[in-house]
Structures are given as structure tokens and as C-alpha cells.
């Protein structure tokens, strides 16, 4: 693996995956990993700092995270259990969530320094830049990391998980602030301001700080933005399985795509052109969509996106991106 070291900060669990008629399969999950294993599948070079426990679940996350070759940097506290998230399929494969939380992730900065790992992009979002516990040390360092590393953030919305409406929408406010990249799904912004357009969202983003918004629609397909520009992409199109994982692929392939052409790091923070923008949406449009053809959060490697991109492109029925990972 060459290019840029990508840091990935938070949750790491185990999704228990109830299908509509009641069967019940565990399997890693949590957004922040799928995006590091994701982006691992897809050549960078990943770290995870999250929170796991020494119970039978821990060991399934850990060897997961492992078998693709993501750095494993532990934040947590072992004599805690797992985090769990419940996930409910309705028949049209997307999925509703409960969380069992419980293991933070903590001390990052300092993890982050001894693990030995290059960090020249941090990815943060999710639970973890959300939960009481823990999105004030995340911020804190990704603040701390800012002037040597190029940041992403991915909300990614769980109105469920006990924080506010107002205060969720400052927590990304501060993240969005410090980011670089930022993606989110119409679904995330819908929640967070009901009823305000969403290229004002966009729009409000961009003057904070970012260089690039992307939000993703579902079978409206993705949405980048830059400073002037706007760029709207097709969805790509397949026969869904699930939407589970879908857009920490989409995410991952954006990571990827600006490590390929040298845009992550200290010293490449600038904003994509049009043609640029919609060859990165389309790049990570077909991440996303061969990921919900298969079940639960299987995003692919590059050799897949290589061979399958142009048929999944044209193939029968859609892939929402906008689902939630």
C-alpha cells in the first residue's frame, strides 16, 4: 500500500442484523470501521483508534478489522462489552437501528502519537463525534491534528442515540468547521434541518471551512459541491440486497480517489475542478452501489471496482446511498 496514512476516529461494534422475518445474524459493524476496512480494501494505508471489549463480540470486531489489514489502535476500556447496534431490515433492504453503547473511546491523541503509524488524513463522525462521552476529545483531536493532516467528517445521524436536535446540529457545526471533506445523506440533513434546502445546507458548509460537501440521495444520485460549483451525478444501479455499509463505502472510495491523484495530506488542500468532482462522485457511487448488492457492510476492493464499475453503472434497479452504515 502506498499514499497518504488514513486515521480513522471512532465506534467500532457489532451490528445484530434482524431480517423481516426474524432471523438474527451478528456481524462487525459501525461506521467509522467499515469506512477504515473499506478504504483498506481499496489500497490506503488505514488505522482505526476505537473502543472494543474483551468479550466474544470484541474478538469478532477485532479479527475483522485486522483480516484486511487496518491498524488496530485500541481507545477503549476491555472490561467493558461491546457496543452493539440492533438493525432492522425492512423488505426493501434498508435498515432502522437501536444501540447498546457503553465503551468509549478515549485518550485518542495520545494513542494516536504512540501507535506508530503515519497520519496524514483523519476521518472522524458518527457516534462518536455525536455521544456526550466522546465528541469533545474527538473534536479536540482533530483540532490538534488539523495543521499536519487533511480531515473528512460523516455525521451520519442516529436521531435515537439521546442527544438533542440543537445540540446535534452544533456538534456538526464544529466538526464541519474543521473539516476539509464532508459528506452527508440527504436523509442526515433532512433530520438535522427539516425543511431548509439542502444546497443552502451546502452553501453554509462551504463558507465554514471545507473545501469540498458532497451529499448523497439515494436513487437521486450524489451531489458535490466546491466554492462556486455544484455538480449532480446519477446514482449507479444494481438489484439491492441491503443498504448496510452503503455509504462508509461511498465515503472510503471518496478517500481513496483523492489519495490516488495526491489530494490528502499537510499539504493538498485544494478544490476539486467539475470534471474532477464527477469522476470522484462516480467512482464512489459504484463503491456504494456493489456493496448493496451483497449483505451487511462487504464494500468491495479495487480490483472488483475495476471489472464491475462499468456493468454495475447500467444494471437494473438502484442503490440508495443515502442509507445509513
Given amino acids: 500500500m502506498t499514499g497518504a496514512g488514513l ?11 434482524i431480517d423481516p422475518g426474524g432471523g438474527r445474524v451478528v456481524r462487525p459493524g459501525g461506521s467509522p470501521m467499515n469506512v477504515a476496512i473499506a478504504a483498506a480494501r481499496l489500497g490506503m494505508r488505514a488505522s482505526l483508534a476505537t473502543a472494543i471489549g474483551d468479550d466474544e463480540h470484541g474478538a469478532l470486531v477485532r479479527e475483522h478489522i485486522r483480516r484486511d489489514g487496518v491498524t488496530l489502535i485500541e481507545c477503549g476500556r476491555q472490561d467493558r462489552a461491546t457496543n452493539e447496534a440492533i438493525a432492522s431490515l425492512a423488505p426493501d433492504g434498508s435498515a432502522s437501528y437501536a444501540f447498546r453503547l457503553g465503551n468509549t473511546v478515549t485518550d485518542i491523541d495520545r494513542a494516536l502519537t504512540t501507535a506508530g503509524v503515519d497520519v496524514d488524513h483523519i476521518h472522524t463522525g458518527s457516534l462518536t463525534a455525536a455521544t456526550d462521552a466522546e465528541w469533545a476529545e474527538a473534536l479536540a483531536v482533530v483540532r490538534a491534528w ?6 473528512s467528517y460523516d455525521p451520519n445521524c442516529r436521531p435515537d442515540i439521546g442527544v438533542t436536535r440543537t445540540e446535534y446540529r452544533e456538534r456538526v457545526s464544529a466538526f464541519v468547521a474543521e473539516a476539509n471533506i464532508v459528506k452527508a445523506s440527504d436523509e442526515d440533513l433532512s433530520w438535522l434541518f427539516p425543511g431548509e434546502d439542502h444546497d443552502a445546507v451546502a452553501a453554509r458548509w462551504l463558507a465554514a471551512g471545507p473545501q469540498l ?3 448523497t440521495r439515494g436513487d437521486a444520485g450524489p451531489v458535490g459541491y466546491g466554492s462556486g460549483l455544484r455538480v449532480a451525478r446519477p446514482a449507479s444501479r444494481v438489484i439491492v440486497a441491503d443498504t448496510v455499509g452503503a455509504g462508509d463505502s461511498f465515503m472510503a472510495a471518496m478517500l481513496a480517489w483523492h489519495d490516488d491523484h495526491g489530494l490528502l495530506g499537510e499539504n493538498a488542500r485544494r478544490q476539486l475542478d467539475a ?3 464527477g469522476a470522484m462522485l462516480d467512482f464512489a457511487s459504484v463503491a456504494a452501489a456493489i456493496t448493496c448488492t451483497r449483505s451487511g457492510a462487504d464494500s468491495p476492493r479495487r480490483d472488483e471496482l475495476r471489472e464491475r464499475g462499468e456493468a454495475v453503472q447500467h444494471a437494473p434497479g438502484f442503490a440508495p446511498h443515502s442509507a445509513k452504515a
Avoid: F, H, N, Y
Avoid at 7 to 16: K, N, P, R
Avoid at 146 to 151: G, H, Q, W
Fill in 146 to 151: 488539523r495543521p499536519r493532516a487533511t480531515v
Fill in 213 to 215: 460537501v458532497v451529499i
Fill in 7 to 17: 486515521a480513522v476516529v471512532g465506534e467500532s461494534l457489532v451490528d445484530v442484523i
Fill in 275 to 277: 470534471e474532477e468532482l
